[in-house]
């Protein structure tokens, strides 16, 4: 049985940091795309970045761009989201998801979905 299994979210002030961490369980993902979405409080869930199967090639939300980096360790079968400069516009619930490819994923295309772990920034 695939499990993701999201860590790290918590209650920060604006300009603060966060890292998430995504562990996965029940197969390997080396050969798949994994990344990142996230759903704000009365909005749609929302695609936030994608790394490739090698971490080669790395999408990301403009939103973001700039402030987030994402990275993955295939050996322990997790990905990691490091959010530098947090806005409260960033608040939300972040799922950690896997896909057949980065460019899957940045299309809104995952094949497992993690349960969540809530971020929150206040200003």
């Known amino acids: 049985q695939v499990q993701l ?15 998430l961490s995504c562990a996965g369980s029940g197969r ?10 996230r759903q704000a409080p009365g909005k749609e869930r929302e695609f936030v970045s994608a790394i490739s199967s090698n971490g080669s090639i790395k999408y990301y939300a403009d939103s973001v761009k700039g402030r987030f980096t994402i990275s993955r360790d295939n050996a322990k079968n997790m990905v990691y989201l490091q959010m530098n400069s947090l806005k409260p516009e960033d608040t939300a619930i972040y799922y950690c998801a896997v896909g057949e490819s980065a460019s899957g994923l940045k299309n809104s295309k995952p094949k497992y979905w993690g349960q969540g ?7």
């Open 28 to 37: 390997t993902f080396t050969t798949d795309g994994m990344g990142w979405f």
């Open 5 to 19: 299994v999201e860590s790290g979210g918590g209650l920060v002030q604006a300009g603060a940091s966060l890292k």
């Open 117 to 123: 772990t809530r971020v929150t920034v206040s200003s």
